[in-house]
């Protein structure tokens, strides 16, 4: 990145899964904010977006410090093709100057929470409950303390309110569980390896998809002990 131009630019053409995937072009725009954020020049990234969309995306701000969206208006659903996209984001454009544009997750069988929070006397501890927008409304969940197994986060989800989405609700498909279960393991295993590294997490909505589909991680919200920030 040179000192000599005015404005450096990044171009990233969306999308060219002819030529690259999604790991590519991130990993493209973050080694170009880091090169900006090291060498403190003007910079600037943009991204074509094709005129025929085949599925609906969703475009959500990007910006810290923000940790419900939906709340200021900085998620948008269901954008079908680029105008709508060039729309939403325009009527958010007082809120961020980074936005993130993604496929929309379709067949979500239920919502789950998977969260990270703090006891003084029994440390860190996993929270597992009904997620989406109406978590703080329904006050599913449950905890779960460190260490834990597979069979007590099954047995944890099936104390949820929600438990019988899991098993395929009026007609619904069951749920992929086991796949719910391997994140939440997961995020226990980070717990167990250091223990003081995360203040708090919260992934809502993990969303479950059909038995064998898995998993996506729709949002989530992280905070890190300062001695474990790269």
Partial sequence: MSEDFDVSLCLLDYPREDLCDQSTWGGAERGFVRAVQQTGTKAAVLATFSDTMSESVAA???????????????????????????????????????????????????????????????????????????????KDSTSLLMPTTRERVLQALSQLKCAPLFNGFRGAPPADLNAAVDVILAVAGMLENNPLSIIELDINPLMLLAEGRGVVAADALISLNAEYRQ
């Fill in 60 to 138: 959500r701000l990007m910006k810290d410090g923000v940790a419900h969206k939906t709340e200021v208006g900085g998620v948008k659903l269901g954008l079908g093709c680029a105008e709508e996209v060039s729309a939403a984001v325009m009527e958010m454009a007082g809120l961020s100057k980074s936005y993130l544009i993604e496929k929309m997750v379709d067949g979500v069988v239920a919502e789950l929470i998977v969260g990270v929070a703090r006891d003084a006397q029994f440390g860190p501890y996993l929270l597992v409950g009904g997620g989406g927008i109406l978590v703080e409304m329904m």
